[in-house]
């Protein structure tokens, strides 16, 4: 007698084969693989965008210098949310004590 957990069977592999076939995308794909190889040989090729580099364009075009533009927005953002967490409070406060008349029929 066979135990079936110890029977595992292999899952099937999927196989496409192509119908179409685009000769034109193939060269294009080819020249651009070649032009990619060229100017990797030359070694000047650096990629356009890296990490942060939005964030830096962003700065580079204005005269405001980065660290106070970035303790302006700190700022505001604090500043923000002190005001909603105040604005909570209030309301919680006014709920609490509104809602007591109605429990006293």
């Known amino acids: 007698m066979k ?4 029977n595992n069977p292999k899952p099937r592999r999927y196989y496409h084969r192509p119908i ?9 794909n080819d020249a651009i693989a070649e032009a990619k190889k060229k100017n990797e040989n030359e070694g000047n ?3 356009s965008l890296k990490r942060g580099s939005f964030k830096r ?3 580079d075009n204005q ?9 302006k927005e700190r700022r505001a953002a604090n500043l923000r949310f ?5 604005a909570l409070f209030i309301l919680a406060f006014f ?7 109605y429990l006293n029929l």
């Open 57 to 59: 364009a962003r700065f």
């Open 45 to 47: 090729y650096q990629p």
């Open 63 to 71: 005269e405001v210098d980065r660290s106070e533009h970035v303790q």
């Open 3 to 6: 135990f079936p957990f110890f």
């Open 20 to 28: 179409y076939w685009d000769p034109e995308k193939d060269k294009i």
């Open 82 to 86: 002190v005001i909603i967490v105040i």
């Open 95 to 101: 709920l609490y004590y509104s809602s007591s008349d």
